[in-house]
């Protein structure tokens, strides 16, 4: 048994894979290896208890984008996808499928290792028991009901979503610190626990599809507001209740 956790790693370059592995199994996790989408897809709902995808972009046959879509269809797994260097669009397209995070080749195994334990502290931190003082299960806001428990999104229109990690994240983060300006920095470190980088878009790829869901018009958004050159802030009033 594994003493950190159960990781599945798909990559169809078997020194990256074997690399990723072995270095992941050092370090206490139990790993399994595909080469492929496909047959990763075909094992994954028989596979009991893993807690992380590292998932490659660039594959044959079902490339990591297809994966990701499948995969959100049917689980919540927390994903992180990596990307080539130089196609700052690999990521952005990753995020917006529900990839929970990325990493650009190539990278340390250590920097690796930092996001996977760094997403998994996030995953513990929500499924524990809530306190007597975080135990109001619904978020009301703009018409919107959160369902803290089971992540989903009631719509003003009666329609009902099942938010990702990443969008849920963010959500609980804002709402949290409703009519407070949250930076960007903080919105890095607190939802992915790392550094914002100057030229780095997936917050606003975040931001751009979390208002999306809301129905916030990016061009006059009322639930959403940027501040410019602070972050953002929720600008609309909100309301913790165990009542939906």
């Given at each position: 048994m594994s003493e950190k956790g159960k990781i599945f790693v798909v990559d169809d370059d078997d020194s990256i894979r074997d690399l990723l592995?072995?270095?992941?199994?050092?370090?206490?996790?139990?790993?399994i290896g595909f080469a492929?989408?496909?047959?990763?897809l075909e094992a994954f709902p028989k596979q009991q208890g893993y807690q992380l995808v590292v998932l490659d972009?660039?594959?044959?046959?079902?490339?990591?984008y297809e994966v990701v879509r499948k995969l959100r269809e049917v689980?919540?797994?927390?994903?992180?996808?990596?990307?080539?260097?130089s196609d700052e669009i690999d990521r952005i397209i990753g995020l917006e499928m529900g990839a929970d995070d990325y990493l650009a080749k190539p990278?340390?195994?250590?920097?690796?290792l930092a996001r996977i334990k760094a997403i998994m502290r996030r995953v513990e931190t929500q499924e524990a028991p809530a306190s007597e003082s975080q135990s109001q299960r619904y978020c009301h806001f703009n018409g919107y009901c959160l369902d803290t428990l089971t992540r989903n999104l009631h719509r003003p229109e009666e329609q009902v979503e099942n938010l990702s990690g990443a969008d849920f994240n963010l959500l609980m983060l804002l709402v949290g610190r409703a009519g407070q300006v949250v930076s960007?920095?903080?919105?890095a470190r607190l939802t992915r626990s790392?550094?914002?980088?100057?030229?780095?878009?997936?917050?606003d790829v975040q931001i751009s599809r979390l208002r999306h869901q809301l129905g916030d018009?990016?061009?006059?958004?009322?639930?959403?507001?940027?501040?410019?050159?602070?972050?953002?802030v929720m600008a609309t009033e909100v309301d913790f209740s165990n009542a939906v």
């Open positions: 592995s072995g270095y992941l199994r050092k370090n206490g996790f139990e790993v492929d989408g496909e047959s990763f972009i660039m594959m044959p046959g079902i490339d990591g689980s919540k797994i927390p994903v992180i996808m990596l990307t080539a260097v990278f340390n195994p250590r920097e690796l960007r920095e903080d919105i790392r550094e914002v980088q100057p030229m780095d878009r997936f917050i018009d990016a061009r006059h958004p009322v639930v959403i507001k940027t501040v410019r050159g602070k972050g953002y």
